[in-house]
């Protein structure tokens, strides 16, 4: 009996340790993503990037909040819906708008250090995020 409960602790233990070691390897591959459940299925996000922005926006006004949707970010908001994804380490866009199945009715990438910031489906976003860097330095 006490035999069966030393070979049952030793198992446990290395069970243990390959999660341990499991989770510290995933956390390691992760570490550019979130995990997020949605409908009970788990979703990887990745971190949104500047050449990102410029991308999207080349979409102009066909924007939509989907087309944010693989990308990590932060909600927020009274009344609206407010979506927040950090940029780097100086940038952040916002989304924001009143229905997540409309249009919304911003969405504007600032810089952290000036506060200068435009909405990315008006502007020329390369032109524009270039202007801002160069006034930083």
Excluded at 76 to 90: C, M, V
């Amino acid at each position: 009996m006490y035999q069966n409960k030393l070979k049952f602790d030793n198992v446990t233990r290395i069970v243990i340790i390959f999660i341990i070691s499991g989770c510290v390897i995933l956390a390691g591959e992760l570490r550019n993503s979130w995990v997020q459940m949605h409908d009970s299925k788990a979703k990887v996000l990745r971190l949104l990037i500047l050449n990102d922005v410029i991308y999207l926006s080349k979409k102009k006004e066909e924007l939509s909040w989907g087309d944010f949707e693989k990308y990590q970010y932060k909600e927020g908001g009274s009344g609206l819906y407010i979506r927040y994804y950090e940029i780097e380490t100086q940038w952040k866009l916002f989304i924001g708008g009143g229905d997540l199945k409309e249009k919304p009715l911003y969405i504007t990438l600032e810089n952290s250090i000036t506060g200068d910031g435009f909405d990315i489906r008006e502007n020329d976003a390369e032109l524009m995020i270039n202007r801002i860097k160069n006034g930083c330095e």
